[in-house]
């Protein structure tokens, strides 16, 4: 996936997801694309972040930190993405940066 690189003030690289990349990862799973932004933005998200509780849930290890490392390298790192904080309690959700 391509990312623009910035410097944040404590010249820390980031990785800042671009609109190509929401729109690979939604044609990679043969999901429609919005027209709006936004939107796009949300329901790339959204997928990932039920694909990844899912995942953990059917790793079902009995060391639940391993699951998540598994189903994080599985989702996220071998498209060259970087996650940040999720949840799957309530409503999945998860930062991806």
């Known amino acids: 996936m391509n990312t623009k690189t910035k410097t944040n003030k404590s010249n820390k690289i980031v ?6 990349d929401y729109v690979k990862i939604l044609s990679y799973y043969k999901m429609r694309l919005p ?3 936004k939107t796009l933005k949300l329901k790339a998200e959204k997928l990932l972040a039920t694909k990844l509780c899912k995942c953990i849930k ?8 391993r699951s998540i490392a598994i189903c994080t390298n599985s989702i996220f790192t071998r ?16 930062d991806i940066s």
Not at 58 to 65: F, R
Not at 79 to 94: E, H, I, M, S
Request: aromatic content about 4%; some cysteine; charged content about 40%.
């Open 15 to 20: 990785n800042k997801i671009t609109h190509k």
């Open 35 to 37: 027209k709006k932004n």
């Open 58 to 65: 059917k790793v079902g290890l009995k060391n639940e930190q």
């Open 79 to 94: 498209k060259g993405l970087r996650r940040g904080n999720f949840t799957c309690k309530k409503r999945a959700r998860v």
